[in-house]
Each structure stands twice: as structure tokens, then as C-alpha cells.
């Protein structure tokens, strides 16, 4: 089993819509969730991160956090066709400050 | 505010070639990263470094080399590459401070190896 599990996508979408990107993880050892953002052919950039299980919001940004089920989803609301890219799920240990990444989901918002 | 500087941003090598890839940052930061992305695959780490003068494997280190003469320099090199080593590699660097600290990345080294 991967330590990481990332829908696949890609997922179309119209302008507006609220939309729901996914990850599960199977190493309980992981402590900060986070969410990267990456448009094409340019280098991840942090969208959001966090410690706790729960909720946490920016702006049209959610992210969720279920420790139990081992399970982070993004949320966008009213989406716009500049969130057009790849989404990127990733943990850490704390140890070196190190990452473990989903392999993205690509998502196209159209006009 | 550079942040993350890779050089080159791509090349293109024949089997069997050696290259160095560069990362500088600008930003003070004593932990610095390389990974390489394929498709499929999402991000995976090569090497880091917790610090000047220090390195450590990651979770693909096989084929590769590193360097951190520099705090503000984290180099890649390939000794002898090979066309499993195509790919897009990604340089990241991140504060030291209490807690986790976000990771920024460079824009990344598009590099075939014919």
C-alpha cells in the first residue's frame, strides 16, 4: 500500500462550482497536513497547512483533516479558471522537515 | 526577493554524461531539498540537507550526488546519466524555527537524457 493516495483526476469543472479534491495516508507518524498548489511548469507553492484534525479556512479555501480515518480534503468554493492546476497533498514527521506527496490531482475550471 | 533560483531550466543530455544542476536561495534558510517529479509518481526526494556542509539520502538517492559547501547552495550532480533520470527536479529550501516549516520550491530543471 502506498503511504500516500491521491485521486487521480483530472477533474473538469465549471466556473463557480465548489469543488472537492481528496487524499487518504496510511502512516500514522505524519503530523502537518498540507496543500500544494502547482501550475504548469512552475514549482509547488504552499496553498494551506495544518497540525489537528478539524477544519481549517482561507479564504475560499478549506481544508479538512480526519486523523482517525487517516483522510485530508481541500475544499474550493466558487471556483475560478485561475485554479486551474495541479493540487498536491503532502505530510510530515517533523524529522529534517521532510515531505511525503500525493501524485496531484489536475483540475481545469472552465469558463 | 529571488526566494528559490534553479540553473540550468533545461538541458538535454546523451547517456553516459555528467551535468550539475544548481540551487541557490536567498532566503537564509538552513534546510534545502531536491526532488524529481514524473508522471505518475508526484514528487520524490532525492537528498537534503539540514545544513552547511551536511547531506542526507532520501527516499530515490541512487545515481546522484549532492553538495552544501554553502549555506545558500544546494548542488545535484549525475555522475553517468542515464535515461531513467529524465525527469523534473525540484529544489526546495525551509526554515529551521520551532515546529514545521513550509517548504519553498524553485521552478524546476526540465532534463531528457537521450
Known amino acids: 500500500q502506498k503511504e500516500v493516495e491521491q485521486d487521480p483526476g483530472p477533474l473538469s469543472v465549471p466556473e463557480g462550482a465548489i469543488v472537492s479534491l481528496n487524499c487518504t495516508y496510511s502512516n500514522s507518524a505524519f503530523q502537518y497536513f498540507m496543500w500544494y498548489r502547482q501550475y504548469s511548469r512552475k514549482g509547488p507553492e504552499l496553498l494551506m497547512y495544518?497540525?489537528?484534525?478539524g477544519n481549517k479556512e482561507d479564504g475560499r479555501f478549506t481544508a479538512q483533516v480526519d486523523k482517525s480515518s487517516k483522510y485530508i480534503s481541500l475544499f474550493i468554493r466558487d471556483s475560478q479558471p485561475s485554479d486551474s492546476a495541479t493540487y498536491l497533498c503532502?505530510?510530515?514527521?517533523?524529522?529534517?522537515?521532510?515531505?511525503?506527496f500525493g501524485t496531484g490531482t489536475q483540475l481545469k475550471v472552465e469558463l | 526577493n529571488a526566494g528559490v533560483t534553479q540553473t540550468p531550466k533545461f538541458r538535454v543530455l546523451k547517456t553516459g554524461q555528467s551535468m550539475t544542476l544548481l540551487c541557490a536561495q536567498d532566503m537564509n534558510h538552513e534546510y534545502m531539498y531536491w526532488y524529481r517529479q514524473d508522471p505518475g509518481m508526484g514528487l520524490r526526494l532525492i537528498h537534503y540537507?539540514?545544513?552547511?556542509?551536511?547531506?542526507a539520502k532520501g527516499e530515490v538517492p541512487d545515481g546522484y550526488n549532492v553538495s552544501r559547501l554553502k549555506k545558500q547552495n544546494f548542488l545535484l550532480g549525475l555522475e553517468s546519466a542515464a535515461p531513467s533520470q529524465t525527469s523534473v527536479y525540484f529544489c526546495?529550501?525551509?526554515?529551521?524555527?520551532?515546529?514545521?516549516?513550509?517548504?519553498?520550491f524553485g521552478d524546476g530543471t526540465r532534463l531528457s537524457i537521450l
Open positions: 495544518t497540525y489537528s484534525s
Open positions: 503532502a505530510w510530515g514527521t517533523g524529522g529534517g522537515n521532510k515531505l511525503t
Open positions: 526546495a529550501s525551509s526554515s529551521r524555527s520551532g515546529g514545521y516549516q513550509p517548504q519553498h
Open positions: 540537507s539540514v545544513g552547511e556542509g551536511t547531506t
